[in-house]
């Protein structure tokens, strides 16, 4: 019994060691699996795929080693390319130690016995191993070397990571390894999209890569059809249901090697991959913004459009297309041709600093409508005239005289330009461009008022994120490379109604000579041009559908050709790319338009000066106006002057009804009436009377304001904005047909004469209320608005 109980004792003994050293391995081997280390991923560098916005490749690039190697996560890999290579390489794999030896011990008895073909009896793991380590495995010694290093790997990472890297770092021919790099080099698709015939083969490539991955003319080596085709045997008899695509494996499989890899918009990836080692970002598959089939179009008329000006000296252009709706860059052309040595073809012409001459005047014009200082009504000056010591010229050294906003701006009159330029403040036309990211902007006194007309030079790039702003409601945002990249926010620039005037003015520009011949109904679009001085440059931009199309010819040298003028060289290359978009995009035509800004109103207008129409004003028209901002008053150029019919002369009251008669004139400036003489011209000049100098004036009753009451303080309720309205009311004299009503500046609307107008002011304090006649005449009352809680 005593010896029993010795026994027992001494067998509980070893058991609590064995437990002890079964618990301390199973300790080690969990620190060693959770001791921090590089992922597998981290051991070998990666190429970079570059794809489209639909996943067409656009450059592969080589890793630092040479390899074309793309790593690829388990999860996007396709499940059948897995399912194949464990089948063929390693059925064991999920339940091993990192090694076989029953493999090892036939392999050894193969190779070192019978003096057969060698068979290694590697696993998965142990061939991971050898690709990590380059270890020889020939010898019995590297074998054991092998076996090691697969036991290290089973115990430092788990067996998903392991089958994850053998798949990304086996060799597939040539310098390309990983299933990554192999299917989107051999089979143009990524991992996951393999079909079942393409994921055979991938799965039988790594045995023999050397010898199966030779192509020949574009098809599968027969050797390696032959390897595929018996693991597809193997497969049928694990999968019965595979037996249905047995027709699949008698077509010649198409392959594509190293050399027909794609280089495609090759501007675009340069300049995206330099932002991506820039920022030290390091992403192996690298989907973008591009469209391919859009690039391709752009690609196309640069071509053709270098091709057919060649006899003029121009050789070279850049395109660039951008979708207003997330800023994601379309399509990007740098030059007419990336491998002509002749004119820099690898210069990104998009990226590059030059005059943008008139293109940049639009915005002008919308600071101008936001700051109240114009409508696209607003008669402007076009006249000689000196800002300083500054004393700008038109394009074509002539001075149209009165112009509107509108007109000035389709056509490019350079002196309304700068006038309005000098008007602008908070901001002015510098501080807008600086605000708005133009790089490289020398001291706002470097340029004075040149910056105007193109004295600071920005980008194509820059050009394109300004006129998307007027798309996007004023916003502005940077551009969209990457798919997964988001436009954000943006910086407000102009207001939502102050941009949909400038585009709608835009619109009204006729496209160039020959542009719409053959076209159907016009797709809206809103462009400009530019000329640089010594025409050196020549721009067209503008917005249609939901794209910003920018368009610049000319050389990277900067040499001269009078042929680069923006009308007549990028204009025509504009339009070309706008109709080829439209062919390829039919749904362009059915695009929505923009909703009009809830703060913009249409005013009746007299055309000649822009003004509220009295009824002496023989042409009316509309335009855009934003109550309470835009400026405005009653028309002063058309008067009426009594006349003594038998003398001609102007006469004073008392009027003789039988030789008195009411003529209208125009009341011009002489600064305009000699713009008009110099264009063969004259206006009348309206009759003097020294002994009567009001001939001019009205009779009648000027309108008396009813309402608000004088002397009145009106009290509004406090909310989010002030709520309740004031009536406006006055009489009028029987001739009268429209009175206008004015808060100090700003225009508040019209009435027919006894009809209430009802007015909301939008801060409280004091007003001094307007009501003009269609006569001129006017009345005036001061009015308080006080906040009621």
Not at 286 to 315: E, H, N, P, Y
Not at 407 to 423: F, T, Y
Not at 744 to 759: E, K, Q, V
Request: hydrophobic letters at 45%; one cysteine or more.
């Amino acid at each position: 019994m005593a010896a029993c109980g010795a026994s027992d004792r001494l067998w509980l003994r070893r058991a609590l060691r064995l437990a002890a050293l079964l618990l301390i391995g199973c300790a080690v081997l969990v620190a060693v699996r959770l001791w921090p280390r590089a992922p597998l991923s981290a051991r070998l560098p990666s190429s970079t795929a570059v794809l489209d916005a639909h996943g067409h490749l656009l450059r592969l690039t080589l890793a630092a080693d040479g390899q074309y190697r793309l790593w690829t996560p388990l999860d996007r890999i396709s499940p059948l390319l897995v399912r194949a290579v464990l089948l063929h390489e390693d059925r064991h794999f999920w339940w091993e130690p990192g090694f076989n030896p029953v493999s090892l011990l036939r392999g050894a008895w193969v190779t070192y016995v019978l003096h057969r073909h060698p068979q290694g009896g590697s696993t998965l793991t142990m061939q991971l191993a050898r690709l990590l380590w380059r270890m020889d495995t020939r010898t019995p010694w590297g074998k054991l070397k092998q076996i090691a290093r697969a036991v290290q790997l089973e115990a430092c990472y788990s067996k998903r990571d392991i089958l994850e890297a053998y798949l990304n770092y086996a060799p597939f021919g040539g310098n390309v390894q990983g299933v990554g790099a192999a299917s989107l080099i051999y089979f143009d698709q990524p991992p996951a999209a393999l079909s079942l015939p393409e994921a055979l083969t991938l799965a039988v490539l790594p045995q023999n890569p050397s010898g199966r991955g030779v192509i020949v003319h574009g098809l599968a080596n027969p050797s390696l059809i032959a390897a595929r085709d018996a693991l597809y045997r193997h497969w049928v008899a694990r999968h019965p249901r595979a037996g249905r695509d047995a027709a699949l494996f008698r077509l010649p499989l198409v392959m594509r090697g190293t050399q027909r890899l794609p280089f495609r918009a090759p501007w675009f990836v340069d300049q995206l991959l330099a932002q991506r080692s820039a920022s030290g970002h390091d992403n192996t598959w690298l989907r973008t913004s591009l469209d391919l089939d859009l690039q391709r179009v752009l690609m196309r008329q640069v071509q053709l459009f270098a091709q057919q000006r060649r006899q003029q000296g121009i050789d070279n252009a850049a395109a660039l297309l951008v979708d207003t709706r997330d800023m994601g860059i379309k399509a990007m052309v740098g030059s007419a041709d990336y491998f002509s040595r002749s004119i820099d073809g690898q210069v990104n012409g998009t990226n590059a600093k030059r005059s943008p001459g008139s293109a940049l005047k639009p915005f002008i014009y919308g600071l101008a409508f936001d700051q109240g200082e114009i409508t696209p009504a607003t008669v402007l000056r076009d006249v000689p005239t000196a800002f300083g010591a500054y004393t700008p010229e038109n394009f074509d050294g002539r001075f149209l005289g009165p112009v509107t906003a509108a007109d000035a701006l389709i056509r490019s009159r350079n002196i309304p330009a700068v006038d309005i330029a000098a008007r602008l403040s908070h901001p002015d036309f510098y501080d807008f461009l600086r605000v708005a990211g133009i790089s490289d902007l020398a001291p706002e006194q470097h340029y004075g008022l040149a910056l105007v007309l193109g004295g600071g030079d920005v980008t194509m790039q820059e050009m394109a994120r300004l006129y998307a702003l007027l798309a996007n409601r004023g916003v502005l945002h940077r551009l969209r490379w990457r798919a997964d990249a988001r436009p954000g926010h943006g910086t407000p620039m102009l207001s939502a109604a102050a941009s949909y005037m400038v585009l709608d003015v835009l619109q009204h520009n006729p496209p160039p000579d020959g542009a719409s011949v053959g076209q159907p109904a016009r797709l809206p679009v809103a462009w400009k041009t530019g000329t640089s001085s010594a025409f050196r440059d020549a721009w067209s931009a503008g917005v249609f559908g939901p794209y910003v199309l920018v368009v610049w010819v000319g050389n990277f040298d900067g040499s001269s050709n009078p042929a680069l003028i923006g009308g007549e060289a990028a204009a025509p290359l504009f339009f070309n790319i706008v109709h080829a978009l439209e062919a390829v995009r039919p749904t362009l035509r059915a695009y929505p338009p923009r909703p009009v800004p809830a703060r913009l109103r249409r005013v009746s207008v007299c055309l000649s000066s822009g003004a509220l129409p009295t009824v002496w004003c023989p042409r009316r028209g509309e335009t855009w106006f934003i109550p309470g901002v835009s400026p405005i008053k009653v028309d002063t150029v058309y008067r009426p002057v009594m006349i003594d019919t038998r003398s001609g002369k102007a006469v004073c009251p008392p009027y003789d009804p039988r030789y008195d008669k009411q003529h209208v004139f125009e009341f011009w400036p002489t600064d305009l009436q000699q713009v008009f003489r110099a264009a063969g011209i004259p206006r009348r000049t309206p009759p003097q009377n020294p002994a009567c100098p009001n001939a001019e004036a009205v009779a009648g009753q000027a309108p008396r304001i009813t309402s608000p009451l004088l002397g009145a303080v009106y009290s509004l309720r406090v909310g989010r904005t002030l709520q309740g309205e004031i009536a406006l009311n006055a009489t009028a004299d029987a001739d009268v047909r429209a009175l206008y009503w004015f808060a100090d500046r700003s225009y508040i609307g019209r009435s027919p004469p006894g009809r209430t107008l009802f007015w909301r002011p939008r801060v409280a304090g004091d007003y001094t209320l307007r009501v003009v006649d269609d006569h001129g005449r006017a009345d005036v009352r001061v009015l308080r608005v006080a906040l009621m809680h």
